[in-house]
């Protein structure tokens, strides 16, 4: 199924699907992207082009692992892996880091994942109050405020200051 057929539907700002999520796609945002060549359909499989709505016979989410199986295992390995794997409201999926349409190579400046932006990103969860922050509790609040207050929280804290 070729792009141009998704974004028919999918370039509409206003498209929802029946839960509320935005199924609006940024063509040029995908364009920009390190997925600019992949196709829609190899991401969102599932797609039946026999269909009125081709889309509507994907029963299951994107798995970045089938394309990235090596760095999908390094993943599920790490502390954000295992508690996505138990099924933790809280853990990180690889769009909340890398994003979705406009995925940015790590090495790309304005790329979240780029190594002078990493503390911003991570500080969306991690900095005090946020969803990783609040998992601390007695003793171990103590090192996550220890850390706030070293060179490195603190960097954490004003990079993702608005």
Aim: glycine letters at 10%; aromatic letters at 4%; a positive charge.
């Amino acid at each position: 199924m070729a792009d141009t057929d998704c974004l028919k539907c999918h370039q509409e700002k206003g498209l929802v699907a029946k839960d509320g999520r935005a199924l609006f796609v940024d063509g040029k945002e995908h364009q920009a992207s390190r997925h600019a060549k992949v196709a829609c359909s190899q991401c969102h499989s599932g797609v039946n082009v026999s269909h009125r709505r081709p889309c509507e016979t994907i029963t299951t989410k994107v798995d970045c692992g089938a394309c990235h199986t090596e760095i999908a295992q390094e993943f599920a390995r790490s502390r954000h892996g295992r508690l996505l794997l138990d099924g933790d409201p809280n853990a990180p999926s690889c769009k909340e880091c890398h994003g979705t349409h406009g995925t940015l190579g790590r090495l790309q400046s304005s790329s979240p994942t780029f190594a002078t932006n990493v503390p911003k990103l991570c500080a969306r969860c991690h900095r005090e109050g946020e969803r990783a922050a609040v998992r601390y509790q007695g003793a171990q609040h103590g090192i996550i405020e220890a850390y706030t207050e070293s060179i490195h929280g603190r960097g954490c804290s004003r990079a993702a200051s608005p």
